[in-house]
T-cell receptor, first 112, second 120 residues
Framework: GNSVTQMEGPVTLSEEAFLTINCTYT??????LFWYVQYPGEGLQLLLK?????DKGSNKGFEATYRKETTSFHLEKGSVQVSDSAVYFC???????????FGKGTTLSVSS | GAVVSQHPSRVICKSGTSVKIECRSL??????MFWYRQFPKQSLMLMAT?????????EQGVEKDKFLINHASLTLSTLTVTSAHPEDSSFYIC????????????????FGEGSWLTVV
């Protein structure tokens, strides 16, 4: 079946550290890939997305590249801030407008 | 930008009662809405997909008679938890897809802020 696997958290970093959150997927077709962020007590916000192989999504200093050969979409940021503390979800959809399939989420905690 | 609003954001109800959660698309017409449930520190589990004017499609294991979903208009879907029990306490999130031809990005999915349900 179709699924998303994320690295388990929590991830604890100091401010300005480099962040990587791994995400791999299994899909029967050619999915679109997403990263969503959820701040405490809030809903999900789209962080970035990529719709085809080798696409790079980027937003707010975060980046992720759609790697078809490794079925991965790892999230990276060169210098994290305390305000980046949140839960990050990797997700896929196989067809535009269909329901997203989410990974379990990775909690990021950044301390000053 | 596109906004999806959920109401109420928090609700506490007594065991055995029913509670309704609304999901509205504020500046676009949503042909399809999705309802998710999120347990503490876990991922979002899709409960059902609702299309305006038709019956919702429920995921396996979701009781359709307990979680009633109505998508009566292109801007409103409701989730009613009937005869709620403490194990129904959870964070419920809706998402809405803008239809083709919408001023927002067609087929883009937007999420509501979520609703915390506590059954006591």
């Amino acid at each position: 079946g179709n699924s998303v696997t994320q690295m388990e958290g929590p991830v604890t970093l100091s401010e300005e550290a480099f962040l990587t959150i791994n995400c791999t997927y299994t899909a029967t077709g050619y999915p679109s890939l997403f990263w969503y962020v959820q701040y405490p007590g809030e809903g999900l916000q789209l962080l970035l997305k990529a719709t085809k192989a080798d696409d790079k999504g980027s937003n707010k200093g975060f980046e992720a590249t759609y790697r078809k050969e490794t079925t991965s979409f790892h999230l990276e940021k060169g210098s994290v801030q305390v305000s980046d503390s949140a839960v990050y979800f990797c997700a896929l959809t196989l067809q535009a407008g269909t329901a997203l399939i989410f990974g379990k989420g990775t909690t990021l905690s950044v301390s000053s | 930008g596109a906004v999806v609003s959920q109401h109420p954001s928090r609700v506490i109800c007594k065991s055995g009662t029913s509670v309704k959660i609304e999901c509205r698309s504020l500046d676009f017409q949503a042909t399809t809405m999705f309802w998710y449930r999120q347990f503490p520190k876990q991922s979002l589990m899709l409960m059902a997909t609702s299309n305006e004017g038709s019956k919702a499609t429920y995921e396996q294991g979701v009781e359709k008679d307990k979680f009633l979903i109505n998508h009566a208009s292109l801007t409103l879907s409701t989730l009613t938890v009937t005869s709620a029990h403490p194990e129904d306490s959870s964070f419920y999130i809706c998402s809405a897809m803008a239809g083709q031809g919408s001023s927002t990005s067609g087929n883009t999915i937007y999420f509501g802020e979520g609703s915390w349900l506590t059954v006591v």
